[in-house]
């Protein structure tokens, strides 16, 4: 099994649609082996404190804790992000991980950049490659995108355009 460093942003995308019939979060966790930082644990503490989508999509991914890789890693000094992001992109290059999850996507030439190894992707294009593996149907994904999209504020956003229109 493939291992996947996902960053809160994409984690909390994923936790938006849980619940659902396509449950990509499920998914996820069913495919990959997904690690994150202790710092994103963190991170989703802070974001389910929240009474919002959001907050209840965190609350979802805390839910399914047991299923993740949580580990320890140190935090590169001279990187120009939040921990977060800085903590996911050190153990993604750290554990040698196949692919890292990140929503940040006015950061993501930076997050890019600074991967070793390692492929990022963002939410979008993983419910394309779930379709591609026949993980998920092509009509569900784009469901799922636009709950997602619309809950996250996506309506504009390329990555998402691409990803729909490779969907439909």
Same mark, same amino acid.
């Given at each position: 099994?493939?291992?996947?460093?996902?960053?809160?942003?994409?984690?909390?995308?994923?936790?938006?649609?849980?619940?659902?019939?396509? &449950?990509?979060? #499920?998914?996820? $966790?069913?495919?990959?082996?997904? =690690?994150?930082?202790?710092? +994103?644990?963190?991170? *989703?503490? !802070?974001?389910?404190?929240?009474?919002?989508?959001?907050?209840?999509?965190?609350?979802?991914?805390?839910?399914?804790?047991?299923?993740?890789?949580?580990?320890?890693?140190?935090?590169?000094?001279?990187?120009?992000?939040?921990?977060?992001?800085?903590?996911?992109?050190?153990?993604?290059? &750290?554990?040698? #991980?196949?692919? $890292?999850?990140?929503?940040?996507? =006015?950061?993501?030439?930076? +997050?890019?950049?600074? *991967?070793? !190894?390692?492929?990022?992707?963002?939410?979008?294009?993983?419910?394309?490659?779930?379709?591609?593996?026949?993980?998920?149907?092509?009509?569900?994904?784009?469901?799922?995108?636009?709950?997602?999209?619309?809950?996250?504020?996506?309506?504009?956003?390329?990555?998402?355009?691409?990803?729909?229109?490779?969907?439909?």
């Amino acid at each position: 099994m493939a291992r996947l460093v996902a960053d809160t942003s994409g984690l909390v995308s994923l936790g938006i649609a849980a619940g659902r019939d396509a &449950e990509p979060l #499920a998914l996820c $966790l069913e495919t990959y082996d997904v =690690t994150v930082p202790e710092t +994103v644990v963190d991170e *989703l503490r !802070d974001v389910a404190a929240y009474d919002d989508v959001h907050g209840r999509a965190a609350d979802a991914v805390i839910d399914r804790r047991a299923d993740l890789t949580v580990r320890s890693v140190e935090l590169d000094a001279e990187f120009p992000l939040d921990d977060g992001e800085n903590a996911t992109v050190s153990l993604a290059n &750290e554990a040698d #991980a196949a692919l $890292l999850l990140c929503d940040e996507f =006015t950061s993501l030439g930076l +997050v890019h950049a600074s *991967l070793a !190894d390692t492929r990022l992707l963002t939410t979008p294009t993983l419910l394309s490659v779930l379709v591609r593996r026949d993980r998920l149907d092509a009509d569900a994904a784009v469901d799922e995108l636009d709950t997602i999209g619309g809950a996250r504020s996506w309506d504009a956003n390329s990555y998402v355009q691409r990803a729909r229109s490779l969907l439909e």
